[in-house]
């Protein structure tokens, strides 16, 4: 059973946003530190990556957790309406599988960063750093 109220959790679900999300700007501002220039959000690429290098042809998608079915704490299904929320989760991976294929089918490297991967910045500085340098 929901422990909100349904104008609770419309609330909720409304504030939800798909561009500019916090782990996106830890990671965001981690790139500008440390010296990196890149695109949002293009359009012309399977799956709008969330940050592009162009010339490098790499893009990053920074996923929410929940959203996206991570193995983690904070990518644990809901105990309620999981009629809508099992299936929902299992199309976003599919889809975002989909989306990397497509990508690297036309020769671009992609890297996912998860929310909970913002959380310590060193760690994921070297990974960032990893996948730019190679």
């Known amino acids: 059973m929901d422990t909100r109220s349904p104008e609770q959790r419309r609330r909720i679900m409304q504030a939800v946003k798909s561009k500019d999300t916090g782990p996106e700007l830890i990671v965001r501002r981690l790139l500008h530190s440390m010296g990196f220039r890149y695109r949002l959000h293009r359009k012309d690429l399977p799956g709008k990556p969330d940050i592009v290098f162009g ?40 889809r975002d599988e989909r989306k990397k294929q497509e990508l690297k089918k036309n020769g671009w490297s992609v890297l996912e960063v998860w929310q909970c991967e913002t959380g310590d910045l060193n760690s994921l500085k070297s990974k960032l750093l990893k996948f730019l340098h190679n």
């Open 55 to 94: 010339p490098k042809k790499k893009a990053l998608f920074i996923h929410g957790c929940f959203w996206h079915g991570h193995g983690c704490s904070k990518g644990r299904l809901p105990k309620s309406k999981l009629d809508y929320w099992g299936p929902k989760i299992s199309s976003n991976l599919k």
